[in-house]
């Protein structure tokens, strides 16, 4: 259908007004070379990064997302280090999280009764057992242990000890980084892509699809997550990727759901929708070019907030011996409490809370991005 | 029926009969209501080709709901909407389907809020063309060119350097320019125009409208003006309807309704209008109360609550239809002579 | 010459002396900038007018003109980013600028109080109307009035502004716009002012509802013998309910008189342009003329007189220098240099 002639009056043109409107003009996207020349494809992607700086430049002066997004990239760097220092520096037969194995040697001495330190005496009867039953107490004794405190120097050091398996601890850490963020990677995007889809339609159509969604998703909300994620463990093998699908899942027919139909709701109501009616769109365009777009940023802050959810399900689910994966946090400490360890305390820290403070900071700082880029979506939080 | 103001050319571009558009008051989940808002209760008009009709009313008049009605932006309750385009004639209340498609290209509106009627994260070129996009209405560049010469038609100049912009960069005179240029761009016979000005400054107000006069005049569109202002609708419009809980009840040329009003509520109206010039005092015709919402109304003329010359005849009849009372001027009153010798109000 | 008028207050109905000539509010070359993370926003820039006793001021001018930044700080309720750089508010000769928090927290409702823009939406939709004047009642007369002394105060209070008594134990969605309007000027009533400032009072009403409105407050004024200040951008209401009037554009108050004077002389091209851009239903539908270009950014204010980029008679001297204010007599003054040249405009506009 070619388009009907128009005729354009320019001596009755005005100007367009003294406003300073800076951003794009088409010379500029186009790079000098026209609009009849340049694809669309490619200003627009232009556009796209010019957004992006702006958004990032707003964000930059978050001090809260700076610091949050500062956790999350150390955590990265973890992520990458690991299988440089695999390749490099660490000896797999020593260093390999999962089956590495180390015995650190370590003096004890010997005592008569309960040792006071566990890790520098030992008691009589178990030296006895042990070594050589003609040991007195008072001598001093040299055993591999495990878990090991952590050993700074010497050939092979263990920066953050190792486990009652012998493993390297630090290893195991900067290994299970990846497969934290892979996770929340896959729970965080299938709920939202779940969850949009789910608000724009039930927003947009109203009605019974709206009333049947949501009151499906009231039912997901009344399911306790662990206990359901428990139970479907039993049945299925639980995989990194099957888990984070089914976090995802759960979480997207549920609760942000419902968080995402409200603000498609707002979006719905506005006059832009109106027009694109008026100009011939039909449901669909309506609601994959106007309604989702806008509900996006709003998706994104959730997305953000499911990492942080994700990681942590996935901790508890490994603490209970659940998840069919190598090496997560979640297993350190896992371990830990299979060999006892789980009430000792101080003495055995390194076995606890370096896999526990990793997964609070890497959640931590999911948070603070999430929160940060809430003031850049919700004007009215932006301090002028 | 009524008798019905007879067109100024001999085909009309549109024709409203019997237009009427009632909401149900829910009256829960389970239970099919019983109670209907008329918010829209049979309503008759025509525009000729390249005419302006003004809607004007208060809130709650149902001139809004009518324009949607028109856009079919809404569906009528009852009543036709007949579309006498050139080769396209339809009654315009039943189109669907891809018969929409022929109609969205003649048919348009432009809203009321600049800064809610575009899309906050598509440019003006997204926006502009849109109706074209979506209609798959030729290549790329072809609408590339269309989008600029819509922009320079409306005043945006150089029109390259609106074509990428975001509507948060434009200011709110700027972006109606940018509405006007959407309602163009597939070159329709009838644009609706609801409040289109009312957001905007005094000062810019004026070169808007006058963007419209101009451009329905060298393009032959015709507008339906929906506003609240009466000075507006003078300025914009050659007719005008006024309307009051869903039904006309004064329809006439501009001039003629606003130098002798004979409706009682136009007269009420007109009167409460402020004047920007101090030095004439106005007597405002008195009404008591307020609108209320026309929930099940009864039949007998929905101004007797607030008319100050209800009578006799007016509560024992239905509500009165539009009689010509004078060239082209209808009016909906059983007393409308005996107002104009002079009859006094009775409350 | 003195009016005697009853004035509402607390005991019993006293009157108010009201001397038309004593000034009640002299605003006295304010300067008021916003500071934001972009820079400084020249908000208000040398604006002087003055209220007398009895008076109704008016304010006009269009989005961004600072009209509501002046009737903030008459109140002082602007955010903690508005400095105050220059310039004295002096209410019943006293400067309110210099005054602590809790000070004008004193004066604040009893002396001037306001109508905001849009109140009549910002009723608390849980709480009864009535409980909603009470609160108002109690911030200043705690342990003053009993619960049956204030009670028949709101009574007062609401068959002042037109509405029933009983009305103040519904809830706002049952109340329609315009009384919805009616109960937030009660609301300002409460105190008994003497200024009452209405930011735009009828702007989300319909035209009847408006009429009655208006009809209202010019009554409760004349009555109450209290002075009024009106902000609005409708030009037609101002020039109904007021005395005198201020047009203000970016900041500056560009021509102040009274308002007779102003409309039927008007001597800056802006107010000249303003009125020749208002449609109007009565008189020749002659032609309107547009304003060219776009209000400035506060931000960067243009050089010299701030209306130069728009103005038809724009000189060299328009581009540089700040234009003073001329006395024109009778209370009339214009802040332009060719402010001769406006009844020109007249025949330029006629091609």
């Known amino acids: 259908m070619s388009l009907p002639p128009m005729t354009v009056d320019d001596k009755a043109a005005q100007a367009g007004g003294g406003v300073h409107v800076d951003g794009a003009s088409a010379r500029e996207l186009t790079g000098g070379a026209g609009l009849g020349s340049t694809p669309m494809w490619r200003i627009r992607l232009k556009l796209f990064r010019r957004s992006v700086a702006t958004m990032w430049s707003l964000f930059r002066e978050n001090k809260m997302g700076m610091f949050g997004l500062g956790l999350i990239l150390s955590f990265a760097l973890m992520a990458i280090l690991h299988p440089i220092l695999m390749a490099t520096v660490w000896e797999p037969a020593i260093y390999d999280p999962v089956s590495g194995y180390d015995a650190v040697m370590t003096e004890y001495t010997v005592v008569e009764g309960e040792p006071t330190d566990p890790l520098s005496e030992i008691a009589l009867e178990r030296a006895r057992l042990r070594l050589n039953p003609r040991i007195d107490a008072g001598e001093v004794v040299t055993i591999p242990t495990q878990p090991a405190p952590p050993t700074w120097t010497g050939e092979t050091p263990h920066y953050l000890g190792t486990d009652a398996q012998g493993r390297d601890i630090l290893s195991q850490l900067l290994y299970s980084t990846r497969a934290a963020f892979f996770l929340g990677a896959v729970a965080a995007i299938t709920t939202v892509f779940i969850a949009t889809t789910i608000g724009a339609i039930a927003a947009y159509f109203g009605g019974w699809i709206d009333g049947g969604l949501m009151r499906f998703a009231d039912l997901i909300l009344l399911m306790p997550l662990l206990p359901v994620l428990i139970v479907l463990s039993a049945v299925f093998e639980m995989t990194m990727v099957l888990l984070g699908l089914m976090i995802g899942v759960l979480s997207g027919f549920g609760g942000v759901a419902i968080v995402l139909k409200s603000q498609a709701l707002a979006v719905t109501v506005k006059s832009y929708v109106d027009a694109a009616r008026v100009a011939g769109g039909g449901d669909w365009h309506v609601i994959f070019r106007h309604i989702i777009p806008n509900v996006l940023p709003l998706s994104f802050l959730f997305m953000m907030f499911g990492v942080a959810e994700a990681i942590a399900i996935e901790s508890t689910l490994s603490l209970f011996g659940l998840l069919n994966v190598p090496m997560t946090w979640g297993i350190m400490i896992n371990s830990a409490q299979t060999n006892g360890y789980l009430l000792s305390g101080t003495s055995f820290w390194w076995l606890l809370f370096p896999a526990g403070l990793a997964i609070s900071f890497l959640c931590f700082g999911f948070f603070l991005v999430g929160r940060g880029m809430d003031e850049i979506i919700n004007p009215r939080l932006r301090a002028r | ?347 | 010459m003195t009016q005697t008028r009853k004035a509402l207050s607390l005991e019993n109905l006293e009157t108010r002396q009201i001397d038309p000539t004593k000034p009640l509010l002299e605003v006295d070359g304010l300067v008021m900038h916003y500071k934001i993370k972009a820079g400084e926003v020249s908000a208000i820039e040398d604006v002087s007018f003055t209220v007398h006793q009895g008076e109704a001021v008016g304010l006009v001018g269009e989005s961004g003109c600072g009209k509501t930044s002046v009737a903030l700080s008459l109140l002082r309720l602007l955010p903690s980013n508005a400095n105050y750089l220059a310039g004295e508010i002096r209410f019943d000769g006293e400067d309110l600028l210099s005054l602590s928090g809790e000070e004008m927290r004193q004066r604040r409702w009893k002396d001037i109080a306001m109508v905001f823009q849009g109140a009549m939406n910002s009723w608390n939709p849980v709480y009864r109307v009535g409980d909603q004047i009470r609160e108002t009642l109690d911030t200043h007369y705690r342990g003053v009035m009993t619960y049956d002394e204030q009670r028949k105060h709101m009574e007062r209070l609401f068959s002042s502004v037109g509405l029933p008594g009983e009305m103040l134990d519904r809830y706002p969605h049952e109340f329609s716009g315009g009384m919805r309007q009616r109960a937030v000027i009660a609301m300002a009533l409460a105190c008994s002012p003497e200024l009452i400032i209405a930011d735009e009072p009828t702007t989300a009403l319909d035209v009847i509802v408006q009429d009655q409105i208006l009809k209202e407050l010019k009554r409760i004024q004349l009555e109450m013998g209290m002075s009024m200040i009106y902000i609005s951008h409708d030009i037609a209401v101002i020039a109904e309910v007021t005395d005198s009037i201020g047009v203000m554009y970016a900041g500056k108050m560009v021509e102040y008189g009274p308002t007779k004077a102003v409309f039927s002389r008007p001597r800056h091209p802006y107010t000249y342009l303003l009125l020749r851009s208002t449609p109007s239903i009565t008189g020749p539908r002659r032609q309107l003329a547009p304003l060219e270009g776009e209000p400035p950014d506060l931000l960067n204010p243009p050089a010299g007189c701030r209306f130069h980029p728009r103005c038809p008679f724009a000189t060299e001297q328009c581009k540089t220098e700040d234009p003073p204010w001329v006395d024109l007599g009778d209370g009339h003054k214009v802040a332009c240099f060719d402010y001769q040249r406006v009844p020109a405009l007249d025949e330029a506009l006629q091609r």
Do not use: W
């Open chain 2, 1 to 347: 029926m009524s008798a019905l103001p007879a067109p100024r050319t001999t085909e009309s571009l549109i024709q409203i009969r019997d237009l009427k558009k009632h909401f149900p008051v829910s009256r829960g989940m389970f239970r099919a209501p019983t109670d209907f808002v008329h918010a829209v209760d049979g309503i008759d008009f025509d525009i000729a080709p390249g005419e302006s009709l003004g809607l004007v009313g208060e809130s709650g008049c149902g001139k809004s709901t009518t324009g949607r009605m028109l856009v079919k932006l809404m569906e009528p309750t009852n009543g036709s909407i007949l579309f006498k385009d050139g080769d396209y004639h339809r009654d315009v209340a039943n189109v669907s389907g891809s018969d929409m498609k022929a109609f969205r290209a003649r048919v348009q509106m432009i809203f009321q809020d600049p800064y809610e009627s575009m899309n906050p994260r598509r440019t003006i070129f997204d926006t502009v063309s849109e109706p074209l996009a979506v209609q798959k209405i030729g290549r790329v560049h072809e609408r590339e060119k269309r989008v600029l010469d819509l922009l320079r038609l409306v005043g945006l100049t150089p029109p390259e350097n609106f074509l990428f912009r975001f509507p948060h960069e434009l200011s709110g005179g700027q972006r109606q320019r940018v509405a006007v240029a959407r309602a163009l761009v597939m070159n329709p016979t009838f644009v609706v125009a609801d409040e289109p000005t009312s957001m905007l400054d005094v000062s810019i107000r004026i070169s808007i409208m006058e963007l419209m006069t101009k451009l329905g005049r060298e393009l032959g569109v015709s507008y339906l003006y929906i506003t609240h202002d009466l000075a507006v609708a003078r300025y914009m419009c050659d007719r005008i309807a006024v309307m009051y809980l869903g039904k006309i009840v004064e329809i006439g040329p501009t001039e003629e309704i606003l130098a002798r009003p004979k409706h009682p509520y136009t007269k009420a109206l007109l009167s409460a209008v402020p004047l920007p010039d101090p030095t004439i005092k106005r007597t405002p015709v008195e009404i008591k109360g307020g609108i209320s919402k026309a929930i099940n109304p009864g039949p007998e003329c929905r101004f007797i609550q607030r008319c100050p010359f209800a009578a006799e005849v007016c509560r024992t009849n239905p509500h009165p239809s539009l009689e010509a009372r004078g060239d082209r001027h209808f009016v909906a009153c059983y007393r409308v002579e005996e107002i104009e010798a002079g009859a006094q109000p009775t409350q």
